[in-house]
């Protein structure tokens, strides 16, 4: 890939993290809100392929390597997380779980 | 003399048994540690006596018991030193002190306290004893302290009375006041002289000090003002009426006999300060003159038995004052050991009369006692009669002493003498007020006379000792300065011992016969209120002293100066509430922040801020 193309990943990868934290923020699901993470996580991918691309060098795509293994553990831990606060509240929302407030 | 440490440590010893052994000791063992203790120290004195009496020259003795303080060149022992003065002192307390013991052990029984009573008393015996054999003025602090906390434990010694409680706490501020300067002055004479030491003071100030120079007079003045407030002399005298809330014994034995004339004992023991500061050996005689007289007049107006006593020991107490300013100096202890006697006498008496009439104390529910009462009638006659002075008595030796030494003083000799001879007719005039007041009129109410081993006894021999005192020869003389020589001429003898005896007629007309009733001043009863309070000195020091106090301490109720503390709590209490809110639970507002917070450090990284 030519390094000129780097702007444009770049720039799609800031609005793709953008997107995704703004989900995360605006969200009241936490399901909505884990994708949103995925979305940010992919978008840090993105970010880590195009510079190992741009620069010819492979710890780009061994970071986005590792960086899929965090999402897939992330989504491990959350979905449990997630379906045990379904069987208590009987819905997603976080902003029921506001109980540790000062 | 080596068993002079025996005769402070025996009621000492006397204090800390009864002190260990509370609630365990039975009555008669408690009244056999108390008096008992005091007794045996009366016959170490007696010992100790015959050793000095019987050394070819009376010399001082020294001894050094223990070293106590060492800091800085100042050293401070528990040293004991006997000379004339203490030895004169020892028989006043020992003696004295071991009649009203045994007195109080009869007065005293039915109390539920008796155990706390005697150990009170044996300890003030201890400090009072510790006072005039200190051989320094720090250990002489010690016990003028001491003697201190026991009158303030004794005045308040029926403490459910909120009224005792108020009258020790009194007692104890307004001598404290005295404390404070005299402290003041014991810190200016070690900066002067170098040491504490008595002994070595005596010798030092002559050499040391110019005559009416600064130092001398400040420090003589600050002593003074620890004498005034011990011996209850002008200014400091408001504490000690107050202070006949206390049992009787306890009125007799230290507000009577003991612990005032303390006062009278500093001044003659530091006599080589105040002679080189004769303005303040002056205002001594002033301060005892105004004190008689104030005090007379007053006691013209009390209706309670007891409160009469105590302005007429006010007003014996000035005469002691008058005999130190005017150079009387043994006349001075003289006065001191005859009033002891018979101030004890009469006070002893009137706690007779007290309980007879079951704890009346007022002159005006009681009448008629001669009869009922023959005992103290003729004790309290003799006791009477020692205070007004009448020859042959003990106390007109030494008030007699005491006038014809005024009469020599310089250009106001003759002032001073007709002052003092004034205050001899006003004592006669109260003294005998009170007498025909109590035994002669009509017979009101019934009486109930203590009697037995341990109320007559100590009476008569009181009685008898009152008559004859003015025999003894102190062996105080050799150690103070000599008296003015020479004798006043006749005529004022005369008056003065026929001014008291017309007061006595006064008395008689007035109160027996019921003549002369306009002397009783009846329409000006303001003035009277005026007189009964005291000359307004309880009123004045509430609006000067206690009222502005009292305004302050409400003003800093809330304690201005715990300001700052508190702004400093305050400001971090609020910044606590502004950042607990931050925690608010929400989630997706932690998020957000996280999130500011990052683009923020970015932004800083990347110097865009």
Known sequence: M??????????????????????VMVRRN?????????????????????AGSAWGQPEGQIMFLAVITLGAAEVAVGLGLTLLLFRHHNNVNVDHLNLLRG | MQQLWLIPCLPLLGFVLLVLGHGRLSRSLVRLVGVGSVALAALATMWVAQDYYAAVTAQAYQVLLWPWLSVAGLEVGFGLYLDGLSLSMLFVITGVGTLIHWYASGYMWQDADYQRFFAYMNLFVAAMLMLVLADNLVLLFLGWEGVGLCSFLLIGFWYQDPANGYAARKAFVVTRVGDTAFAIGLFLLYRELGTLDLPTIMRLAPEQFVMGANQPTLIAALLLAGALGKSAQLPLHTWLPDAMAGPTPVSALIHAATMVTAGVYLIARNHAVFLQAPDVLFAVALIGLAT???????????????????????????Y????????????SIFHLMTHAVFKALLFMTAGSIILALHHEQDIRAMGGLRRQLPVPFWCFLIGSACLVALPPSS????????????????????????????GAFVTAIYTFRLFFMVFFGAQKGQTEEPKGWQFHPPLIILAALSLVAGWFVLPAGSVLPASPAGHPPIWTVAVAVGLPLFGIGIAYQVYVRHQWQWLRLDPWQGLRQFLRAGWGFDWAYKQLLLTPFMGLARVNRNDLIDGLPKFVVLISRWLHGLFSRLQNGQLRFYIATLAGAAIVVLALALKVL
């Open chain 2, 320 to 331: 002691m004052f008058f005999a130190l300013g005017v150079g009387a100096w043994s006349e």
């Open chain 1, 2 to 23: 030519d390094s000129q193309y780097i702007d444009h990943a770049m720039i799609l990868a800031g609005l793709l993290f953008c997107l995704g934290l703004v989900g």
């Open chain 2, 292 to 318: 008689i007289l104030l005090s007379g007049f007053t006691a013209l107006n009390q209706t309670d038995i007891k409160r009469i006593l105590a302005y007429s020991t006010m007003s014996q107490i000035g």
């Open chain 1, 30 to 50: 936490l399901l909505f809100m884990m994708i949103s993470i995925e979305v940010m996580l992919n978008a840090a991918g993105l970010a880590f392929i195009a």
């Open chain 2, 395 to 422: 106390g007109f030796f030494s008030k007699e002493a005491i006038l014809n030494a005024s009469w020599q003083l310089p250009v106001y000799g003759p002032w001073l003498w007709a002052g003092g001879v004034l």
